[in-house]
Nanobody
Framework: QVQLVESGGGLVQAGGSLRLSCAAS??????MGWYRQAPGKQRELVAT???????NYADSVKGRFTISRDNAKNTVYLQMNSLKPEDTAVYYC?????????????WGQGTQVTVSS
């Protein structure tokens, strides 16, 4: 059974930092990432990382967030610095892989990040 379990969300003041973790089990993903969804908005990409370490970031978080991955632990992290109130959202861990021409996505349960001004 494939599971993604997130941890590390919480309440922080603007300018502060948080670190999110996502532990995967049951599957090694070729790419993992973080997405977020604010109230009334669509889910959006935050950052992704491949098993080889290649990363991609949304423009809104470049220079402030860092995604990393520990392949031995099958865990992905998101270090969030210089947080802004607009970063407030539910953050979801994602893992996906291609099989027989079909992309298979798995999601964590989400963790709330609230940034107060």
């Amino acid at each position: 059974q494939v599971q993604l379990v997130e941890s590390g969300g919480g309440l922080v003041q603007a300018g502060g930092s948080l670190r999110l973790s996502c532990a995967a089990s049951g599957r090694i993903f070729s790419e993992m990432g973080w997405y977020r969804q604010a109230p009334g908005k669509q889910r959006e990409l935050v950052a992704t990382i491949t098993s080889g370490g290649s990363t991609n970031y949304a423009d809104s978080v470049k220079g402030r967030f860092t995604i990393s991955r520990d392949n031995a632990k099958n865990t992905v992290y998101l270090q969030m610095n210089s947080l802004k109130p607009e970063d407030t959202a539910v953050y979801y861990c994602n893992g996906h892989y291609l099989s027989w021409g079909t992309m298979n996505h798995y999601w964590g349960q989400g963790t709330q990040v609230t940034v107060s001004s």
